[in-house]
């Protein structure tokens, strides 16, 4: 797809290019204005977490473009991201499944592209990928998938209506603001009928080690605590938000993952490292040190392991959604069942004495 295919996906009003940079490869990395001034928020934009925009307003968007952009140019930054290729492949294996070719894909928020590596040509044929971190972009793995790369807000996306067969995304989506929203106006808008939704975020169960620990010690220390990791949605939550925002044939499952480590400091450098640091309104910049000795105490003996290590589980959701098209399966008009569950008994005697 050439740079001009990538410019007819994009609505018109409001969200046009506002500049176009080609990276080696044929990489075709374009930036572009987040959205309407109406429901943007943090700094710069002239509101913040008590702005009256009307809008869930959680995380700091701007923060987190920061986080991920600093985490992206990382001398050792490979080293990091083993959860996110994990991952990656696991929502693959879940696009595998699927026996179709998807003639344009979505890999929204995808960083590094860590999903393409995993697909051929066979099964997606030409890719858009976007993050907010234009770092994270430049540095894209190599696939043998034809992949262009956009610079757009997850919230935002600037493309136009009944674009895509698939879109996936990977351990993006808990860092947006109002997840309702993001399903309804941008995923399931931009996909054609019958398209697919692959996608995997972080649980609510995420690093619940670290949260407890932090959250004991700060009692013991400093006499109340304040929220030092993001909130993350519920599982049960998943399907009653992915059915709100009108996608059917849904399947939803979790895998946990969890990772081992010598202790609270390596794992919170390997957060960082990841640009998965907290960028809640409401988060504490700093931690005090006693705290910290604290959390560590108290991590290493309630959840260490007999080798001094200790772990850190991460609750991955997976959700696949469809389209609504007038060629899916469809469930059978209530009361139009012509055998009744009273009869399966008989069926099995039946059965039972023509094998005697």
Known sequence: MSCRGVQKLLQGAGSGPAGWTRTPAAYCCCRFRSGPSRARSGPGSGSGPGSGSGSINVFNREMKRRQKNWAAVLKDGHQYDYLREEVGSRVADRVYDIARTFPLALDMGGGKS??????????????????VSQQALKLGRRSEIPTRSVVADEEFLPFRENSFHLVVSSLSLHWINDLPRALSEQIHRVLKPDGVFVGAMAGGDTLYELRCSLQLAQMEREGGFSPHVSPYTAVTDLGNLLGRARFNMLTV???????????????????????????????????????????????????????????????????????????QAKPARRGSATVSFRDLAKVSRTGGADRS
């Open 253 to 327: 499952d979790v895998d946990d993952v969890q990772v081992h480590y010598p202790g609270i400091m390596e794992l919170m450098t390997d957060l960082q490292g990841m640009g998965e640091s907290n960028c809640a309104w409401n988060r504490r910049s700093m931690l005090q040190r006693d705290t910290m000795l604290a959390a560590a105490a108290v991590y290493k003996e309630m959840y260490g392991n007999p080798d001094g290590s200790v772990p850190a589980t991460f609750q991955i959701l997976h959700m696949i959604g469809w389209k609504p098209h007038e060629s």
């Open 114 to 131: 860590y999903i393409a590596e995993h697909l051929s040509k066979e099964v997606v044929q030409r890719l858009v990928l976007t993050d």
